[in-house]
């Protein structure tokens, strides 16, 4: 649970504890889930820090997904005993989230677990991996497809990062990845990576509006000037995602990569994304586009391992997913 103390000043940090809370205090809903599995996602470890963008009341209970068990539903769609996943909406943010036991949710919000995934690979994919399998959609529909080029792929070791590297090596893409770790350049060659390249290799500063072609897309996970670097060596009519900040939330860039290359800047919402797509996300990620075996990606933690791992995403010095076991 994530609280302010009342008596300390209210700039103070809020403070983390693992505390019981009953199934009666739990937020209104449809389903009520027994949760097995959560994880570790970047919004989660801004939501420790009640940060106003993710949380809007405290006390606050992160973890914007979760997979599990149906206890009980009044809608008819669902019944006790089925296995179910819930990523996004409003869990872990505007409502208190899947580090619990159980989490009670909206019935439109609950995903039927696909056939081929258990609660673990499914929590192992979790938001990091519906929102890379979205953005692998993104550059599907505007032409990407393998054997276009390369494909980069920033932030490669992190969650959506790592993902999105073994989804696209999975259907075939040549991908060249990014990152500011070269110690994890065994994992991501492991991932399938063609080439790696350092943060500073995609990290123009020479104010040109556009610099030469190099890639046929990219999955943009850190913003900033990597992702106006990577717009302005984008090939003439690729396609760039875009779905994270952590590098910066400003993009220092002219329209000429999107007027003179017809370069497209595709942005990646996963907490709201359409039920239906969400549903046929899932069954990619289950089937056609799951990646091999990625038990070298995931880190364990219990809730009371959480603060440390927090501090250390926070650090930018995470790698892979870290799955959270809400009960013992
Ligand atoms: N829009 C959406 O729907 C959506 C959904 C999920 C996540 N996100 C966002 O996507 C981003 C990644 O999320 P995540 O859960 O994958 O986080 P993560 O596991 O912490 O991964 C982020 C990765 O970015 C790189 N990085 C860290 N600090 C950096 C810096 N200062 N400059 C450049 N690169 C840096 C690191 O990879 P390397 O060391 O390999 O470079 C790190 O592993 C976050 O901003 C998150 O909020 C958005």
């Known amino acids: 649970m994530v609280r ?21 205090d739990l937020p209104p809903g449809d389903v009520r889930i027994a949760v097995e599995w959560s994880s570790l996602n970047y919004k989660d470890a801004l939501a420790c820090q009640a940060h106003p963008g993710v949380v809007r009341k405290l006390p606050h209970v992160p973890g914007i997904d979760c997979a599990g068990t149906v206890l009980e539903s009044k809608d008819s769609r669902f019944a006790a005993g089925q296995p179910v996943l819930v990523t996004g909406y409003d869990l872990g943010s505007g409502r208190w989230g899947g580090w619990s ?61 790592s993902l999105a590297l073994a989804i696209l090596v999975r259907l075939g893409y040549q ?104 549903l046929q996300i899932w069954q990619h990620l289950a089937g056609d586009w799951k990646p091999g075996d990625l038990q070298h990606l995931v880190h364990k933690i219990t809730l009371a391992e959480v603060p440390d791992q927090v501090r250390a995403m926070l650090g930018g010095q995470t790698w892979g997913r870290t799955l959270v076991r809400p009960v013992a």
């Open 4 to 24: 302010r103390n009342e008596q300390a000043d209210r700039r103070a940090r809020p403070s983390c504890a693992v505390e019981s809370i009953h199934p009666d």
């Open 101 to 161: 036991g159980q989490v009670r949710v909206p019935a439109e919000w609950v995903v039927p677990m696909p056939e081929g995934l258990s609660a673990e690979t499914a929590m192992l994919y979790g938001t990091a991996g519906f929102t890379a399998a979205q953005s692998v959609d993104r550059l599907r529909q505007h032409g990407v497809l393998p054997g276009a080029g390369e494909v980069l792929v920033t932030g490669a070791t992190g969650g959506v990062g």
């Open 175 to 278: 991908v060249v990845a990014v990152t500011g770790k070269p110690e994890r350049a065994t994992l991501l060659r492991d991932l399938g990576a063609a080439r790696i390249l350092g943060r500073d290799q995609v990290d123009d500063s020479s104010g040109r509006p556009l610099l030469s072609e190099r890639w046929a897309g990219g999955i943009d996970t850190v913003g900033g000037n990597t992702l106006a670097t990577l717009l302005r060596e984008t090939r003439h009519r690729g396609c760039v995602t875009a779905c994270g900040l952590v590098a910066g939330d400003q993009l220092p860039l002219t329209v000429f990569p999107f007027i003179l290359r017809g370069v497209t800047l595709s942005g990646i919402d996963s907490a709201q994304c359409p039920r239906a797509l969400r």
